[in-house]
Each structure stands twice: as structure tokens, then as C-alpha cells.
């Protein structure tokens, strides 16, 4: 347990998909108090521009490291993919809430869109034990992420792709809604774009799913103090907003407001 | 070798404080956020997030937008209100060693007051620190302290209602800090905190939306660290209390230029996000420089710039 910030070597910093990169960093604290779903707070670099840290999920943890993945969207991330092994960057870590487990004999069922498959890659890593279907949507097919770089092995992952070039062609959620139908108790993990994610609540809402939801938002402390990653709740939870960093970044699908998200 | 710890410990008007860094309003929490990484019993003092007479949720999202070298922020002044802050966060903050400095604020001067009776007498509480750049509901949503007289009213309502040392957190976007900064002195302030957030905003090229759910937010950070210490000099040359500076101090090079510039201690905000560490960084450096400049007080520097 604890929070930790110290400076760590990036371990490896490969392009696993076209500007999709996987920062291997090491340290030892963060790996070993890390839980799924959980988020650090990386210092990008030593300069003022960009200036504040970036805040991502644990993808995986190594002997002694953690897995980053990014897709290069923006100055931070930019610079990121420019980042040479060897180099010194100040981690921040481990953030917020992570993913509860699962009630006995639930089925658990992993709905990823794009970079939102790296806290369910961890999650699916450490619960090898529990019974997953993972399923992982992307754009493209050229955009997958092999099971392997997040160290994932010996589950399937179900593909969906918008275009069609790769596994189901259609958004993840065509598949979730196939799954929903299947027998037995489930629980279903999520993680992707907003409006995925809505719908994903939507569905498990409908089917009187529990679900759980891994939220992205801006943030510039990651530990509760500068409030500035709000998103709002849902009526009945006797706040009016909830805190990514410290509330979150999992929530139960019912506890946010996703019209006004 | 003759060596001695430098003295790092300055007076702000009636404080004492153990060394002149502060973690500004908004930027560290209640204090206890951070206390994983920073022990706060090491800093000068802490001034918490602003309070207001009961809670209020802050501004839609999105609430922060990161600008070149520095960040704008929206948050709507999100808050416990003081009644829970009494119950729930100062009993903790009561038992550090550091100066609590609680920063207040309301939406008429008669709020103002109010919240500064309802800390009256709270052991624990070092000062008050008035947040004046809010709107004032009953002069048209005009910020109180964009006018040297509102800014005065404020002032008077807050001492009359406090036993506490009171500073005026001054806002720069004003035509002349300096008659705001006199007109709060005459009022009878014990001390002044500046700059609070330079008002700017962001756009979207691609949606052509504001990038702050507010449309406009307050600018900090690095960006905007020349403005502030041109205030700071101005201000402490214009009145005779003593001046808090901040804008944009990253390291303890910069919060030198302040000390140098008048200010007799410093707040550190948004450096907080980027190094959580920043102010216990910012207090070794400020003893390293006194040992590599021979300087025994780090008070000796204060108001040295030579000109």
C-alpha cells in the first residue's frame, strides 16, 4: 500500500501498433502495491511545456516494472514516443481506485475500446484464475495490440473492428450484447471512449448487469486535490460530482450521470 | 569551517513562519493529499482550498485545460463549505506543525464575514487568507477585487468577525494593483498574497468550443511567473505590510526572485502538480543557496534587489 513518486528508467519504449507505444518503467514500489485499474501520474519530461503529468492505467506489471500504453494524441504524448530507454522520468503512483473482483461464480467479461484494453490487460493478467471473456475493439485492424506485449497469455481475445478489417465488424458492444445473452451470473468490466462506455452501461443496466467502469478525464494532481477532473453523478448519490482521481477511475456503471458526461 | 545551518525562518506580519514557503489555495488540498509524499510539518505553511459559507459543487467539465507552460483552471471554487471543513479536516490540520492558513471567500461582503465567524476562535487556524477575485453578485457579478473600495469592505468584515491575521489574496487582472494593494492596508489587512490567476481562455479549432466547460478559467504556472513578480516588486515598494508572492515558482531559484523582489515569504502552487515534492525541493534549495552565498538569515535577502 502507499503512494510513491520517484524517478524511474524507462526500462523499453516500443511502437507495438502505429503510434501505439508500450513504456516499460521501472519500479519496484509502484509494481508491487499496483492493483488493476489503478493509474500513475507521469512526468513526461523535465521541461515546463508540456507541463503537467499525464495520467495513465496500468497496463501490466514486470519484474520490478510497469507497463504504460499510449497513442500518440497530443504534445505530452509526443514527446513520450520520443523517450530513448535509459531515461530518467518521475512516476507517481499508485492512483485511485481500482476494480473490485468479481461475486463467486460470475463470469467476468472485459469490454475494451482502443487504449482503454491496458487496465483490463492487467486485470485479465491477474485474475488467470477467474473465469474472463475479453473482448477488445479498435478502429482498424492495423491498430490491434498483440496479446503478448501486455502479457497476456492463454486468453482469447474476441476482436471487434468498425471497418470490419478484423473480428467482428462493429463496435465492441455488438459483441458485449451477444455475450449479455449467453447463461449464467455475470460482471462486466469496461474501459474505452465516453460514449462506448455509455453504452456499455446501458446495456448492463438493461440486462441488470453489474458493471464496472474504468473513466479518462483530464487531471492535474492525480491525488484529490486539485479537483479538477469531475465528472458528474448520477441522481441519488448525494453529491453532485464525483473525482476521477480519487473516486474513481472505476465506477459502477449506475453511479454516473452519462447524459451530462 | 566555521558552518551553521542558515536561518530559514521569516515573520509575516504577527506569523511566524519556519521557512518562507507556503502551498498555495487550491493547488495542495486540505494538506492531507499530499501527506504520503510531503511531510507537511516541514513547510512554512499550508493555505487550504478556499472556503465558502456552505458547500458548492463547482463548474461543469471540462475543468482544466494544460496552455503553454502553465494551465488554465475553471473549478467553480468546488468546496465543503467551512462547517465541514471544521468538523472533518481541520482537527487533523490542528495537529501539524506548520502554519494552516484558511482561504475564504463569498458572493457579498456580508458572506464574507460570515464565513470568517464561523472559524473564529478555531484552534489551529494561523490566518485567514481572503480570496477577493470572486464575483460580487449584488454589484453585477464584478469581481470585488477588481475595486480597491469593495476590497476594503470585504477586509473590514473579515476583521471584524475574526481574531485571526487576515491576507488579501490580490487578483492581477486589475489596471492598478497597487491601489487595491493600499486600499486593503488602509483597512486594516495584516499582509497581502499575490498574484491570484491571470483571467485567459482556450479554443478548440477543431469543434470550435471552449476548452474549459466555464469558457474562460484562471492562467498559472510557469507562463505567467514575470507578470506576477512585477506585481510583487511594485506591490511591496507600495505599501508597508508584508507580501506573500506567487506566480508560477517552480524551483528555489525562482522563489528567490520574489524574496529578491520584496516578497517576504512565497506560495507554491501549480509546481505542486507537476512535482508533488516541489516545495520541500523549493526549502532545500533556499538552504543550499544561503550556504553556497554565505548568507546566515534567509530574511537578509528579502527586498535586496539592487537596482
Known sequence: MGIFEHKAAVVRNDEVAPSTFLMELESPSIASAAKPGQFVMLRVWGGIDPLLRRPFSICSTGKGTILLLYRVVGKGTRVMAETEAGTQLSVLGPLGRGFEPPGTGEDCLLVAGGMGIAPLAFLARSWEDKSVSFMAGYGTASQIIASEHMGIHGIEIALATDDGSAGFHGPVTGLLEGALEREGKKIVYSCGPAAMLKRVASLCREKQVDCQVSLETVMACGLGACQGCAVPAAAGAGKNTYHVCQDGPVFSGLSIDWEKL | ?307
Open chain 2, 1 to 307: 569551517m566555521n558552518y551553521r545551518e542558515p536561518d530559514l525562518q521569516v515573520s509575516f506580519g504577527p506569523l511566524k513562519l519556519k521557512n518562507p514557503v507556503v502551498t498555495a489555495s487550491g493547488t495542495f488540498g486540505y494538506g492531507r493529499e499530499y501527506a504520503e509524499i510531503v511531510d507537511p510539518n516541514l513547510l512554512g505553511g499550508i493555505v487550504v482550498k478556499g472556503l465558502s459559507l456552505k458547500p458548492r459543487p463547482g463548474n461543469s467539465a471540462p475543468r482544466i485545460v494544460e496552455t503553454p507552460a502553465g494551465m488554465l483552471n475553471a473549478i467553480g471554487l468546488e468546496n465543503i463549505g467551512v462547517e465541514a471543513f471544521l468538523k472533518e479536516k481541520l482537527p487533523w490540520l490542528k495537529t501539524l506543525d506548520t502554519a494552516v492558513m484558511v482561504n475564504i471567500y463569498g458572493h457579498s461582503t456580508e458572506e464574507y464575514g460570515a464565513v470568517a465567524a464561523a472559524l473564529k476562535g478555531a484552534e489551529g487556524v494561523a490566518a485567514l487568507e481572503i480570496n477577493v477575485s470572486c464575483p460580487n453578485v449584488k454589484k453585477g457579478g464584478m469581481s470585488f477585487g477588481t475595486d480597491p473600495v469593495a476590497s476594503a469592505e470585504v477586509t473590514e468584515a473579515v476583521l471584524k468577525n475574526t481574531d485571526k491575521p487576515v491576507i488579501v489574496k490580490l487578483t492581477p487582472n486589475v489596471t492598478d494593483i497597487c491601489a487595491v494593494a493600499r486600499a486593503v492596508e488602509h483597512a486594516g489587512a495584516h499582509g497581502l498574497s499575490l498574484i491570484n490567476t491571470l483571467t485567459g481562455m482556450a479554443i478548440d479549432i477543431k469543434t470550435r468550443r471552449p476548452r474549459l466547460g466555464n469558457i474562460s478559467g484562471g492562467l498559472s504556472g510557469p507562463a505567467i511567473r514575470p507578470v506576477a513578480l512585477y506585481m510583487v516588486y511594485h506591490v511591496a515598494r507600495a505599501v508597508k505590510i508584508p507580501v506573500m508572492g506567487m506566480g508560477g515558482i517552480m524551483d528555489a531559484g525562482d522563489a528567490l526572485e520574489f524574496l529578491i523582489a520584496g516578497a517576504r515569504a512565497v506560495q507554491v502552487g501549480t509546481a505542486n502538480f507537476v512535482n508533488p515534492k516541489a516545495s520541500l525541493d523549493i526549502i532545500e534549495g533556499l538552504k543550499q543557496h544561503c550556504v553556497d552565498h554565505d548568507v546566515q538569515r534567509i530574511g537578509d535577502l528579502i527586498g535586496t534587489l539592487k537596482t
